[in-house]
C-alpha cells in the first residue's frame, strides 16, 4: 500500500463511495506511516471530516490505536476504572474528573487516570497533575508500579500512544476538530480495565460512541452529558447518562434536583486562571472548597463509584464521596502518588502557595 492508495481512499470518501473495512482500516494503518507526506493524510483527515464517521469506523480507528499502544496490565484486585472526557466543552470549569478520580481512589478503586494537556480547555489533567510535581515521562513499570501499589496512578496519553505526535502536528496545522479530538479518552492503555466514564461535551457523538464501545472487552462503560454543554454530571442543569453493560444501553436523565444537591449557576463552578483551577482542584479534593464546587466533584465521584461497583446509587455514591473527603484520605492517596511518581517537595511549595 502506498500514498496512492491513501490518495484513493480519500476520493471515494469525498465522492461518497463506500468504503468497506478493510479498506478503511488499511487507510487508518497508513496514516501512521513515515513514507506518507503530512499533506496527503491532512487531506484524508480533512475528507473524513467532512463526510463524517460512523460507529464502525470509529471501532476500527480505536482497535487500531489500541493495537499500537505502549500497553500495560497492571495486577489489581478488584474493579480499575477511568475517569476522563473528550474535552472541548469550553466551559471554565476545574479539573473536575481529576478530582473525582482522586477521591473514588480513596474507597479503594484502583484508577488508571488516563489523560493529556488541554485541547481547547483552559487546564488538562495533564498540565494538573505537571504543575503539582507529578513526572509525566515517568516509565511503564512505574506506572503500573504506582497503580499496584497505591491504587491510582497518572497515564499520560502521549507516552503510551507515540504514534499519534505526527497526527496531533497536523491536527494542530488543520485548526478543526477531527475524529482524533474524540478517540483519546476510548483508548485507556491498560489491557484490564473493568469500567470507565466518559465525559462527552456534545451530545451528537453518544450515539456514535455508545455504539463503537458496545463491543469492547470493557465490562461497565459510563457516558455522561450535561445538558448546558459540560463533559462531565452537573450541579447546573440536568445530564444524561448512558450505561453500556453486557452488550445492552441504558439511558437515564440525572436531575440535580432530585439529587442531595443545590442547583447552581454555571459560574459557581468556573475558574479564571490556571493557578485558580489547580488550587480549586486541591480545594476540592481536601474539602476547602465552597459548597458548588465541592457538590459538582461528588456528584462525579459518585459516578466513578458506581463505576468502579462501591454502590448502585448516585445519592449514595455522593455521600460517600463526603465522607471520604472530609476523612482526609484523598489528600493522603494524591500525596502518595506525588512520592512515588514525582517531586513532593514541589508539591509541598503548591501546598504553601495556595495557603492549604
Do not use: W
Request: a neutral charge; proline letters at 3%.
Amino acid at each position: 500500500m502506498s500514498i496512492e492508495y491513501l490518495q484513493l481512499q480519500t476520493r471515494k470518501i469525498l465522492s461518497k463511495l463506500n468504503i468497506d473495512e478493510n479498506e478503511f482500516a488499511n487507510a487508518i494503518n497508513l496514516l501512521f506511516s513515515d513514507e506518507i507526506p503530512e499533506c496527503t493524510i491532512a487531506s484524508f483527515l480533512t475528507a473524513l471530516t467532512y463526510r463524517g464517521v460512523n460507529y464502525n469506523e470509529l471501532r476500527i480507528i480505536r482497535e487500531i490505536l489500541i493495537k499500537q499502544s505502549l500497553s500495560i496490565t497492571p495486577r489489581v484486585k478488584g474493579s480499575l476504572i477511568d475517569n476522563c472526557g473528550t474535552g472541548g466543552d469550553m466551559s471554565n470549569s476545574f479539573n473536575i474528573s481529576t478530582a473525582a478520580s482522586i477521591i473514588a481512589s480513596a474507597s479503594g478503586i484502583n484508577v488508571a487516570k488516563h489523560g493529556n494537556r488541554s485541547a481547547s480547555g483552559m487546564f488538562g489533567s495533564a498540565d494538573f497533575f505537571e504543575y503539582i510535581g507529578f513526572n509525566l515521562d515517568i516509565s511503564k513499570k512505574e506506572v503500573i508500579d504506582s497503580i499496584e501499589s497505591i491504587g491510582l496512578s497518572f497515564l499520560f496519553a502521549p507516552n503510551f500512544h507515540p504514534n499519534l505526535k505526527k497526527i496531533s502536528r497536523i491536527r494542530k496545522q488543520l485548526g478543526f476538530k477531527t475524529v482524533f479530538n474524540i478517540i483519546g479518552p476510548l483508548c485507556n492503555p491498560c489491557t484490564n480495565i473493568t469500567s470507565q466514564v466518559i465525559g462527552i461535551a456534545d451530545p451528537k457523538f453518544f450515539d456514535l460512541i455508545s455504539n463503537a464501545m458496545i463491543t469492547s472487552n470493557i465490562k461497565k462503560i459510563i457516558l455522561v452529558h450535561s445538558l448546558d454543554g459540560m463533559d462531565e454530571l452537573s450541579n447546573t442543569a440536568k445530564n444524561i447518562v448512558l450505561t453500556l453493560k453486557s452488550g445492552s444501553i441504558e439511558r437515564q436523565e440525572v436531575d440535580p434536583k432530585l439529587l442531595d444537591l443545590k442547583v447552581v449557576k454555571k459560574q459557581a463552578i468556573q475558574v479564571n486562571s490556571i493557578e485558580d483551577s489547580v488550587k480549586t482542584t486541591l480545594q476540592t479534593i481536601y474539602g476547602k472548597s465552597n459548597e458548588a464546587k465541592q457538590d459538582i466533584v461528588a456528584l462525579n465521584t459518585s459516578i466513578a463509584l458506581i463505576a468502579g461497583e462501591k454502590t448502585s446509587d448516585i445519592n449514595d455514591g455522593i455521600k460517600i464521596a463526603r465522607d471520604l473527603v472530609k476523612s482526609e484520605l484523598p489528600r493522603t492517596k494524591l500525596r502518595e502518588l506525588i512520592s512515588c511518581c514525582g517531586n513532593i517537595e514541589k508539591f509541598n511549595l503548591i501546598e504553601e502557595k495556595f495557603s492549604i
